[in-house]
């Protein structure tokens, strides 16, 4: 337990410093987001467990872990200096405007099920800037403080940053018309995935992740081909090739379902077990202290309450 009898830490900074490690896990991680370099920051630490007379972090191959006096600390010290630095930065409403929220996560999500979200909040006043990337680069980034709010499939490592499962992300098995058909004429006892294999293959990467998982979910096994017939740079292009019967891919639900709805896309198989991805939200310790950034994790937790509200059946 933290008492009295400690020193007392003559500059704020070093504490600021400390918070910053705390919430990035590392050294280096808390660097770019203080404007210093990875050596000063080891050097303020190494002040800061001097003043205090207690180690404050555990070294390991890769990042840091905070001792129990460190949590503590952590825990007595991140209001109080999270409250000045909003002050500080204008995230409170003193100017009559709240900060933007900084939210990132993947693209086609974010397209297809989060700026529906944020344009109410937008019109009313509020001001989001919204990036994207991949996952570990964006968790990387928001512990930097790049970002506010971060939606992704890959859990953190660590208790710094707020977790919280969001939604299920269904993927499915799809194709045009055309090859959906001939996979379903295919001879009785053959299965879905035996007829694939003479029916082009449409991914957004050459290692076909997605597509690998599903086959190991459904079917037990590798997927036979060593890559894909056509690569593309997103899944709305992905989308685009089948359409126009470039061959088959697996997709999430909520991307597909308006094509799957229309006749443009068909649905290749009822998978037995199916394959769903966790969404997870993720939020920056200290960006609570801007209150737009509470309003839209707000607003992102209501549009989503269970795995159908994330794909709703089309009109």
Request: aromatic fraction near 4%; hydrophobic fraction near 40%.
């Amino acid at each position: 337990m933290i008492t009295s009898t400690l020193a007392p830490v003559q500059d704020l900074n070093l504490l600021r410093t400390f918070l910053a490690v705390h919430r990035a896990g590392s050294f280096t991680g808390a660097a770019p987001a203080l404007g210093l370099t990875q050596p000063s920051v080891t050097a303020q630490i190494r002040s800061l467990e001097e003043q205090l007379g207690r180690q404050l972090f555990q070294r390991l191959p890769r990042g840091v872990e905070p001792t129990p006096f460190a949590r503590e600390l952590a825990e007595r010290i991140s209001g109080p200096l999270d409250d000045l630095d909003v002050v500080a930065g204008g995230n409170c409403e003193l100017d009559g405007r709240t900060a933007p929220v900084h939210l990132a996560g993947p693209p086609e999500l974010l397209c297809s099920r989060i700026l529906p979200v944020l344009a109410p909040l937008v019109a009313e006043g509020l001001r989001v800037h919204v990036a994207t990337g991949e996952d570990e680069e964006l968790i990387e980034q928001l512990r930097e403080g790049r970002h506010d709010l971060v939606i992704t499939t890959q859990r953190p490592r660590g208790r710094a940053l707020a977790v919280t499962p969001w939604a299920q992300e269904e993927h499915l098995l799809v194709a045009a018309p055309g090859w959906a058909a001939r996979v379903g004429s295919r001879a009785e006892g053959v299965p879905v995935c035996a007829a694939l294999e003479a029916v082009p293959l449409v991914s957004t990467a050459d290692d076909m992740p997605v597509v690998r998982r599903y086959w190991r979910t459904q079917y037990g096994k590798q997927h036979p081909a060593v890559g894909p017939a056509m690569t593309v740079p997103s899944l709305h292009a992905v989308i685009t090739a089948l359409r126009e019967g470039a061959g088959y891919s697996v997709l999430p639900r909520s991307l597909c379902a308006a094509d799957l709805a229309a006749g443009a896309l068909v649905q290749l198989e009822e998978p037995e077990r199916p394959r769903s991805t966790t969404l997870l939200l993720v939020q920056r310790p200290g960006a609570e202290q801007n209150p737009a950034t509470a309003q839209v994790a707000e607003a992102l937790r209501r549009a989503v309450r269970t795995p159908e509200d994330l794909h709703p059946t089309p009109a």
